[in-house]
């Protein structure tokens, strides 16, 4: 078992960065792929990033390509992202997942979440 505590989150400007990081605790961080999901107000949860066992292999949602990086540090047991170029409806709760067998886009293969940090972009 792993657990996860995300930080990091905060108001940000329309077109401005923001980084945030999920600290992990309890289990061989090494051994999860991690993601990161959102869910807006009103909104269905949703995949924006994910990451291999080493760090190695990364995938993103289409609408943050180029514009977001996941990453992480298997000393420090924590995965970060960065994101650049922020818009206005990426206004969400961004949660990190863990998960043991594969690196997948589908909420429902993630066996740990966090429970979430707020990033509010404004105009």
């Known amino acids: 078992q792993v657990q996860l505590l995300e930080s990091g989150g905060g108001l940000v400007q329309a077109g401005g960065s923001l980084r945030i990081s999920c600290a992990a605790s309890g289990g061989t961080f090494s051994s999860y792929f991690m993601a990161w999901f959102r869910q807006a107000p009103g909104l269905e949860r949703e995949f924006v990033a994910a990451?291999?066992?080493?760090?190695?292999?990364?995938t993103y949602a289409d609408s943050v390509k180029g514009r977001f990086t996941i990453s992480r540090d298997n000393a420090e047991n924590t995965v970060y992202l960065q994101m650049h170029s922020l818009k206005l409806e990426e206004t969400a709760v961004y949660s990190c997942?863990?998960?043991?067998?594969?690196?997948?886009?589908?909420?429902?293969?993630?066996?740990?979440w966090g429970q979430g940090t707020q990033v509010t972009v404004s105009s």
């Open positions: 997942a863990a998960a043991r067998y594969s690196m997948s886009v589908r909420d429902s293969d993630y066996n740990y």
């Open positions: 990451i291999s066992r080493g760090g190695g292999s990364t």
